[in-house]
């Protein structure tokens, strides 16, 4: 049915639009994703939101413990409809929350920290399995919840009197550098086949007014006949 449906919504928009659809679909990647713990600078939050957008990276983790996060639509610029976004703020634990959630998913947790002892970007090992690249505060950083439950920390090497980027810089830095050797590299880093259709579907219907009725009216009166029902 979910093929159905897809081919069916894809009749209310432009092929323009659907061959641009399909060719980042192809794009799209859950082998790295990303973790932002309290972020409370709005326009860092949604700027990072644009750089995951921009490099295939579909899923995005937010921790809210004590700052609420609020999209800043003129950094984003409609980015965040094209990712799935997860907020963890349901209790006191929402660090660990989020850690367990990704660590059952098969995530490597990966601090970024600037101490002298962690692991430079340019020797991550990308094949140990999937990652999931956690940034702290603006102020603070990482959490020292975070750092208990880290299974890795990974640094950019730096070289002037500044001790830390930017955190919307550092997670361009971080993501583009990885991204980019992910995908030179022979991991299998794709979505599923599976995958691909939710989230094509997702799209179809955020690109499409009403899609709610639209859909109603394709199994009320499209797929009951085709199936016979």
Not at 3 to 20: C, D, Q, T, V
Not at 45 to 68: F, K, M, P, V, Y
Not at 98 to 115: E, F, M
């Amino acid at each position: 049915m979910k093929e159905e449906l897809i081919e069916y919504l894809e009749s209310f928009i432009s092929p323009r639009r659907i061959k641009l659809f399909n060719s980042n679909l192809l794009n799209r990647t859950r082998y790295i994703t990303v973790v932002l713990e309290d972020v409370y600078q709005l326009h860092n939050a949604s700027a990072i939101l644009r750089t995951c957008d921009c490099l295939g990276i579909q899923d995005a983790h937010i921790i809210e413990n004590h700052n609420q996060y609020q999209i800043n639509s003129e950094i984003t610029l409609g980015a965040e409809q094209w990712l799935n976004i997860y907020k963890y703020n349901q209790s006191g634990n929402n660090t660990q929350n989020a850690i367990s959630h990704l660590k059952k998913k098969g995530y490597r947790i990966v601090a970024t920290s600037s101490h002298a002892d962690n692991a430079n970007l340019e020797s991550f090992d990308l094949t140990k399995g999937k990652v999931a690249f956690v940034f702290g505060t603006e102020l603070s950083g990482i959490t020292a919840r975070v750092e208990e439950l880290a299974d890795e920390f990974v640094k950019i090497p730096m070289f002037g009197f500044s001790e830390s980027f930017n955190i919307s810089v550092s997670a361009a830095i971080i993501l583009n550098q990885i991204s980019s050797k992910l995908r030179q590299s022979t991991i299998d880093w794709k979505i599923s086949e599976d995958e691909l259709a939710e989230i094509k579907l997702d799209w179809l219907k955020k690109s499409i007014k009403k899609p709610e009725l639209i859909e109603k009216y394709f199994m009320e009166n499209i797929y009951k006949v085709k199936s016979g029902l």
